[in-house]
């Protein structure tokens, strides 16, 4: 019998040079005013100048080979880049969605024209990407998409509507699930394809859908007859169930599933430290954040081997966001400090921002409830 | 280490004590592990040990601890083989236990020392031959090796029933050949630190235990019908001890894995705060997923939640390394938390 369980892996020396120049760009992009930090900014913090600028470093799309404008690096290498990111609150969400999963899937899907037509203009920090997954009727069971694709010359007709993505509003293109043959009750993942969507085609409307803060980060987006080139086409049609779980493991124990939270950690803790309460609250989370990246470390590093370890990225994703629910809450308490939503950069309003975005945490790329389901499965198999 | 070899030395500790779960003191499983040479693993080759890092000595406290098997070798090889590396003397053969005696009364005797006073809750004292105790005479720090057979004992227990004597000495002699005078600071704090991630590789061994059994039983037993594991309720369950274990397990791992860099001390302290936190919540997960049998002293889960719940509180509890830790993070050298947990 053997259980699923994670060991530690290393992160390879020969990152800090990286490690330093990141912390110099941001540095000097904070003191140039470009940004103030945020929690949850690779949600929150759409823009796209500075998306534009981190292109220009070659830190977006670093794992790409070379003649897509990547520079061939190794999982660790955007691993650094992303944690330093998000560990200062950068808003990076304009090109996260495509650094980190969009564009992977079209390197290992696509065709080598949607190849070169994509992929350098997203390592360039120009071209952004949407996820079009969840439906009115399909959250978690992501199965049951109803969006639905009809055979017309050239390519597909597209009619339906995907919910809570996430800046549709200002992407490029959506990376759709769309059913290409009637759904099947026997066999619920079959029939299921992966479209590049142009969110610029007619038939395309975008409508806000407005988070608990108010902020317009969702969106509907409906797809009225809209036409999709077979040029447009990921991959295989009928093979979408099995190209969309096949990025989980990276979706789901990256740095962004663990350090949503920390720049409230970073800015409270001069304030925690005062007291001996506080200060034992900071030694708790940052002994738990310290775990949790050795975790998601011996995640990529076994993704680096060539495993694909979903289930172990699963316990990730589960505990991380869990722990950056709990340090929002947990850092509430200790602090005399009341959330100010109006007061963006100072404690108070990183605060607000954080007790706000926090709820989505433990939602988006699969439910705590679900991801748990999977872990069981797995360790009941055995 | 590979994770071949890791899983090849798991393995050969699990062998050699014999495979089975092992109650009390388990001479046995001591003999054969002083064979194999991992109870001195981690301590230098000069100090008559293995040579071995941090890390394999973690293997090794893992195998033992997913066994719940009875054996000092954390005491042995983390704290008593440290302070004679430190003394630069040879660890004394036999099983060798390790206190800080800080209100011992130290007398230097023509040629030899008499040491008065009591050393609470020694862990294995009664089994064991001498306890290397770090004690202080005048403004200077000394380790002792205390000859234990014929010492009075009053014998006392942790929670999982694991020998911790009161050791009382009363003008003991002791040759001055061995005792040894130290340098450097915090010995005290590294001593305990030393001893508190001996006690977390143990837990996350224990919990990888009580994952196993879980496991194994949620999928055997049958309610309503169908097996426990059938359950989402208990699924959920499953999938957080698989959870913590793994967390356990990785943590352990990373911090003894930093041991080398001086930078690093931290980590063996955030490794053992989370562990800490971890032990109750497994130890509960696997009593309610193994209901009233597990409640039973017939089931072996006890041998593991009992070491859980003593573990957790030996050589410094949640609060007090949470207040270290604390005051480590505060602030004062300059350096941003993010450059800390980076470094």
């Known amino acids: 019998m053997k259980l699923p369980l994670l060991h530690a892996g290393e992160l390879p020396a020969g990152h800090a040079d990286l490690r330093g120049q990141v912390r110099d760009f941001l540095a000097g992009e904070s003191a140039a005013g470009s940004f103030v930090p945020r929690c949850d900014s690779w949600l929150a913090g759409f823009d796209a100048q500075f998306s534009r600028r981190v292109g220009e470093q070659g830190w977006i799309g670093t794992t790409f080979p070379e003649q897509y404008g990547g520079a061939g690096a190794d999982p660790f290498t955007r691993f650094v880049i992303a944690e330093e990111m998000l560990a200062a609150g950068a808003p990076v969400a304009a090109h996260w969605i495509a650094d980190r999963q969009s564009g992977p899937s079209i390197l290992r899907f696509g065709t080598e024209e949607q190849r070169q037509r994509y992929l350098p203009g997203i390592a360039r920090g120009e071209l952004f990407f949407a996820i079009g997954m969840s439906e009115p009727d399909a959250g978690?069971?992501?199965?049951?998409?109803?969006?639905?694709?009809?055979?017309?010359?050239?390519?597909?007709?597209?009619?339906?509507?995907?919910?809570?993505?996430?800046?549709?509003?200002?992407?490029?293109?959506?990376?759709?699930l769309v059913r290409t043959s009637p759904a099947d009750a026997t066999r619920r993942h079959a029939g299921l394809s992966q479209f590049i969507v142009d969110l610029a085609s007619p038939g395309v409307t975008c409508n806000p859908i407005r988070l608990i803060s108010g902020a317009h980060h969702f969106n509907e987006v409906v797809l009225d007859g809209v036409f999709v080139g077979d040029d447009q086409v990921l991959g295989t049609v009928g093979e979408g169930w099995a190209q969309v779980t096949h990025e989980l493991a990276y979706e789901r124990s990256g740095p962004e599933r663990i350090l949503s939270t920390f720049p409230l950690l970073e800015a409270a803790r001069g304030a925690l430290c005062a007291t001996a309460e506080g200060s034992r609250i900071v030694a708790r989370l940052t002994a738990e954040l310290w775990t949790l990246r050795a975790m998601s470390i011996a995640v990529t590093a076994e993704l680096q081997a060539g495993r694909t370890p979903n289930v172990e990225a699963a316990t990730v994703k589960d505990l991380g966001t869990r722990f950056e629910r709990d340090l929002v809450h947990a850092v509430a308490g200790a602090l005399a400090v009341e959330p100010d939503p109006g007061a963006g950069g100072t404690l108070p309003g990183i605060l607000a921002g954080a007790l706000l975005q926090a709820p989505g945490f433990t939602l988006r790329g699969g439910t705590s409830e679900i991801l748990r389901g999977i872990v069981a499965k797995a360790v009941v198999s055995q | 280490m590979t994770a071949e070899e890791r899983q090849a030395l798991h393995d050969a500790v699990v062998d050699a004590c014999g495979g089975a779960d092992s109650p009390g003191w388990n001479p046995k499983a001591w003999k054969a592990l002083d064979q194999m040479g991992v109870t001195s693993l981690s301590v230098s080759e000069a100090a008559g040990g293995g040579g071995a890092d941090l890390s394999t000595a973690a293997v090794v406290l893992i195998a033992l601890g997913s066994l719940g098997v009875s054996v000092p070798v954390a005491e042995t090889g983390l704290m008593a083989g440290w302070l004679m590396e430190r003394a630069g003397a040879r660890l004394p053969e036999g099983i060798v236990t390790a206190a800080i005696g800080d209100t011992l009364e130290l007398h230097p005797d023509e040629g030899r020392w008499l040491v008065s006073g009591t050393l609470p809750r020694v862990p294995w004292a009664r089994h064991a031959d001498h306890a290397v105790v770090l004690s202080r005479f005048e403004s200077s720090r000394y380790a002792v090796v205390v000859p234990l057979s014929g010492a009075q004992l009053g014998h006392g227990t942790n929670v999982a029933g694991e020998p911790r004597d009161d050791v009382m000495l009363r003008a003991a002699a002791v040759p001055a050949a061995d005792v040894y005078r130290l340098d450097g600071p915090e010995l005290a704090v590294d001593l305990l630190r030393r001893g508190a991630f001996g006690r977390s590789a143990l837990m996350a061994g224990a919990a990888q235990g009580v994952y196993a059994y879980a496991a194994r039983y949620a999928g055997e037993r049958r309610q309503f019908g169908r097996p426990l594991s059938a359950m989402q309720a208990v699924q959920q369950l499953l999938a957080g001890l698989a959870a913590e274990a793994s967390a356990m397990t990785v943590a352990a791992e990373a911090a003894a894995a930093a041991d080398h860099d001086p930078a690093g001390s931290w980590t063996l302290d955030a490794a053992r705060i989370r562990i800490a936190e971890a032990a109750g919540n497994v130890a509960a997960m696997g009593h309610q997923i193994l209901g009233a049998i597990g409640f039973t002293d017939e089931h072996p889960l006890h041998h593991l939640t009992t070491r859980l719940w003593a573990w957790r509180e030996e050589y410094g509890n949640d609060a007090a390394w949470s207040d270290r830790l604390g005051a480590d993070l505060a602030g004062e050298d300059g350096a941003s938390l993010w450059q800390r947990i980076t470094r």
Do not use: F, I, Y
Request: positive net charge; charged residues 20%.
């Open chain 1, 140 to 176: 978690s069971d992501l199965a049951a998409v109803r969006t639905r694709a009809e055979r017309v010359d050239g390519g597909w007709l597209v009619n339906g509507t995907k919910v809570w993505t996430s800046h549709a509003h200002h992407a490029h293109h959506m990376l759709t």
